[in-house]
């Protein structure tokens, strides 16, 4: 395996490369050991954009992810290839946390809806329930008056 760096600080405090990892992880906000077995995905599928933010069962977020923040641009990031991409990178950081069981809600009438629910399934997490969150108008205001020339 090899033999473990330790870095000797001026004051004679030694530093192994486990205890300098948890102090950049602990200047950064996130705790080394955090480790979460249940979390909460939500996929926002618009238009013109695929979102997907990953958090625990407090609300805290864990991760997220987004067609635009992947290199994306105009009208590639709505597609079903972009979504599957996401929900891809989305896994890589939820495996560093333990993550494996899952609640999905979709919000959006968009491409990747259906396509992010599907990596998911695909890439072994489990999938307890899928709830749809689209806004739908119930009829809106009152319409305008019919113009008359």
């Known amino acids: 395996m090899g033999k473990k760096k330790v870095v000797q600080k001026a004051g004679g405090e030694e530093l192994t490369e486990e205890k300098l990892g948890e102090r950049i992880a602990a200047q950064q906000g996130k705790a080394p050991g955090h480790h979460v077995e249940f979390g909460i995905v939500y996929v926002n599928a618009s238009y013109n954009n695929t979102m997907i933010t990953v958090a625990d069962k407090a609300g805290n977020v864990i991760t997220w992810a987004s067609a635009g923040a992947l290199g994306f641009s105009g009208p590639k990031k709505a597609t079903p290839f ?23 809600i979709v919000k959006g009438v968009g491409s990747g809806r259906d396509s992010a629910i599907r990596t998911f399934a695909s890439h072994g997490i489990n999938i307890l329930s899928v709830k749809d969150a689209t806004p739908i108008p119930h009829n809106g205001p009152r319409p305008r008056k019919v113009r008359r020339v």
Request: hydrophobic share 45%; net charge positive.
């Open 82 to 104: 972009a979504s599957s991409k996401v929900v891809s990178a989305i896994i890589e950081k939820m495996k560093r946390s333990g993550l494996h069981s899952v609640d999905i």
